[in-house]
């Protein structure tokens, strides 16, 4: 049963307009939650990261949101560019564990 | 730094043969995880190493897979014997107990595929 799900596979977005990513989750224990972003041939590399204790986390063009009481997170890209086209990892953790990973979508963006 | 590094990139092997995968951690870091990368399951966690000691080993698939830390700067997932269906990206990621919330960092990954 899978504790992070990401629903959607995949994402189409035109460069400059913002990009969209969903997350839900089912344990209200983790305590933290992590974007990673992977290319083709890499390792995911770690995006920004949000506090349970926080709603929101800003980093530069990239905003995680987070809503406790529905168990959803959501990674904004404001713009989007052609480099943000990627494969998008939500991640989440309590104390003592390993981080749980979604499946994953793949964002395109279009120029 | 040279990041954590994996080897080999790439592994082609036929069924009921031996595989090991191999990764060097980042000086430094108490942590070493192995996951598994499928279409079906996405990234999903192996196992996972704390100063050298498996911590937990829920996630791997069956007693064909094993997995040893004999140092802090070597670790080794075993598959044995393979199968198709353990065709995958397998990544290796390490990370300090005091800066988790900063995420892990990934080697660039073994892709396997058992023909």
């Known amino acids: 049963d899978q504790q992070v799900k990401q629903n959607s596979p995949s994402l189409s977005v035109q460069e400059g307009r913002i990009s969209i990513l969903n997350c839900d989750y089912t344990n209200s224990m983790f305590d933290y939650f992590l974007w990673y972003k992977k290319y083709p041939a890499e390792g995911p590399t770690f995006l920004i990261s949000i506090s349970s204790i926080k709603d929101k986390n800003e980093d530069g063009r990239f905003t995680v949101f987070l809503n406790k009481s529905a168990k959803h997170l959501s990674l904004h890209i404001v713009p989007s560019q052609p480099g943000d086209s990627a494969v998008y990892f939500c991640a989440a953790k309590q104390a003592g564990t390993a981080l749980i990973f979604g499946k994953g979508t793949t964002l395109s963006v279009s120029s | 730094d040279a990041g954590v590094i994996q080897s080999p990139r790439h592994e082609v092997t036929e069924m009921g043969q031996e595989v090991t995968l191999r990764c060097k951690p980042i000086?430094?870091?108490?942590?070493l995880f192995w996951y598994r990368q499928t279409m079906m399951r996405g990234l999903e966690l192996l196992i996972y190493f704390n100063n050298n000691v498996p911590i937990d080993d829920s996630g791997m698939p069956e007693d064909r897979f094993s997995a040893k830390m004999p140092n802090a700067s070597f670790s080794t997932l075993k598959i044995q014997p393979s199968e198709p269906r353990d065709s995958a990206v397998y990544f290796c990621?390490?990370?300090?107990?005091?800066?988790?919330?900063?995420?892990?960092?990934f080697g660039s990954g073994t892709r396997l595929t058992v023909v």
């Open positions: 000086s430094g870091h108490d942590y």
């Open positions: 990621a390490s990370t300090r107990s005091d800066r988790q919330i900063y995420g892990y960092t």
